[in-house]
Every structure is written in structure tokens, then in C-alpha cells.
Antibody
Framework: EVQLVESGGGLVQPGRSLRLSCAASGFKFDDHAMHWVRQGPGKGLEWVSGTSWNSGIIAYADSVKGRFIVSRDDAKNSLYLQMDSLRAEDTAMYYC????????????????WGRGTLVTVSS | DIVMTQSPDSLAVSLGERATINCKSSQSLSYTTNNKNYLAWYQQKPGQPPRLLIYWASTRESGVPDRFSGSGSGTDFTLTISSLQAEDVAVYYCQQFYSTSALTFGGGTRVEIK
């Protein structure tokens, strides 16, 4: 089955760190760009970070730049998001999303989404 | 960053009637090299992740009913549901992928049954 499964969310205090994981299955993971998209409670969608199929292109939203690091382990078919210096405004459901296309013909819209993992930043 | 503005914020439509959602970008999403518009539409139902409906502004994703259609070019785009069904109640988002250094979504449009 083609799917993405996120894990690692939880309740964390401001200033602390958390690492999210996304396990992919059912498709050739190392052919595709992968992304993190978040949604605050009752709010819209916000792209957080993305990495190209070969990690040659990595990008971040300004709101997380310098605090979050995205990485991928193709041997484990997994995507990660290391989140440091967490703030209350980082509270959100975090979705892992697969980019469309393959390798050099990738386009950064999202054709497969996981169900998300909830991150709550609060003291 | 490219700002995406959707309108209206919400709309209520009778079953079987047409629903129209607009999305405007702060700069053109059209690449002259390939004449494509880098705009996608998503549907999000309560408690579910988003689902891709449309990409390249007007190409329907596999499995999406043909009552959903996308149109527009440059900075102005539209998602149309030609005959609203009960299962179409959701929030709809547009997203630009023209700028890969900063992908952005519209604020969302909530569609309800009148």
C-alpha cells in the first residue's frame, strides 16, 4: 500500500527540541522530493520544508529557518524533521507529503499525504 | 514570497448547484519556457489530510470526479465544482509551486451545503 506514516509528535516545552519521522512505503522513495507541511489548530496549511530526491535542494519557510532541519534516509525510506528552539506558534499538526514527479522532473506540489503527527508546544 | 489570496472565505451552495472558488497570486505563476501555470488545488475534509485535486492549474488528478475543474492563467485562477454533492463539503486550498524556495498556500475556502 502506498502510504506515509508520521510519528514523533507530542507535548514539549518552549525552547526544547523534537524530532519527527515519516515512514514511506509502496513507492520508490529515493525518486521523490519530500516535504513537511503543518496546520495550526483551526488554521490553514503552511509549507515548512522540502528536500529534493537527492537532497541537492533543501528549502525552509522563513518561520522555521535556522531552527528546523530536514533530512532523509533513503535506505530506511524515511524523512525526518529536527525541530529545535520550539515556540508556541509551532503548535500544529505536521504532515509529511510526497512531491510529484521523479528525480530531475520533480514538481513541488503534493500528491500523497500522511495523516499527520500533532506537536504541542506549551509549558 | 508569493502571496496567495483566496475568495470567498466561505460559501454555501445548494446540492446540484455550481460552486466557484477564486485564487489570486501576487505574481505570475506561468513559466514562458513551458507555458505551464504552477498552481495546484487541494481538498481537505474534517479530520483528514489534504487531497490533491488539480495541478498545472487545470489537470485533474487521477480518481478525482470530473465535476471538479480548474482554470485560469498568470495570476488569476478558479476551482469550479459543477454540481455540488454532499461529499464535497470541505475546505479547499490553492498552492503555488512556482517558487520552490518558498511554497505558499491560499488561506482556504470553506464550502458548505445551503
Amino acid at each position: 500500500e502506498v502510504q506515509l506514516v508520521e510519528s514523533g509528535g507530542g507535548l514539549v516545552q518552549p525552547g526544547r527540541s523534537l524530532r519527527l519521522s515519516c515512514a514511506a512505503s509502496g513507492f520508490k522513495f529515493d525518486d521523490h522530493a519530500m516535504h513537511w507541511v503543518r496546520q495550526g489548530p483551526g488554521k490553514g496549511l503552511e509549507w515548512v520544508s522540502g528536500t529534493s530526491w537527492n537532497s541537492g535542494i533543501i528549502a525552509y519557510a522563513d518561520s522555521v529557518k535556522g531552527r528546523f532541519i530536514v533530512s532523509r534516509d533513503d535506505a530506511k525510506n524515511s524523512l525526518y524533521l529536527q525541530m529545535d528552539s520550539l515556540r508556541a506558534e509551532d503548535t500544529a499538526m505536521y504532515y509529511c507529503a510526497k512531491g510529484s514527479g521523479r528525480r530531475s522532473f520533480s514538481y513541488w506540489y503534493f500528491d500523497l499525504w500522511g495523516r499527520g503527527t500533532l506537536v504541542t508546544v506549551s509549558s | 514570497d508569493i502571496v496567495m489570496t483566496q475568495s470567498p472565505d466561505s460559501l454555501a451552495v445548494s446540492l446540484g448547484e455550481r460552486a466557484t472558488i477564486n485564487c489570486k497570486s501576487s505574481q505570475s505563476l506561468s513559466y514562458t519556457t513551458n507555458n505551464k501555470n504552477y498552481l495546484a488545488w487541494y481538498q481537505q475534509k474534517p479530520g483528514q489530510p489534504p487531497r490533491l485535486l488539480i495541478y498545472w492549474a487545470s489537470t485533474r488528478e487521477s480518481g478525482v470526479p470530473d465535476r471538479f475543474s480548474g482554470s485560469g492563467s498568470g495570476t488569476d485562477f478558479t476551482l469550479t465544482i459543477s454540481s455540488l454533492q454532499a461529499e464535497d463539503v470541505a475546505v479547499y486550498y490553492c498552492q503555488q509551486f512556482y517558487s520552490t524556495s518558498a511554497l505558499t498556500f491560499g488561506g482556504g475556502t470553506r464550502v458548505e451545503i445551503k
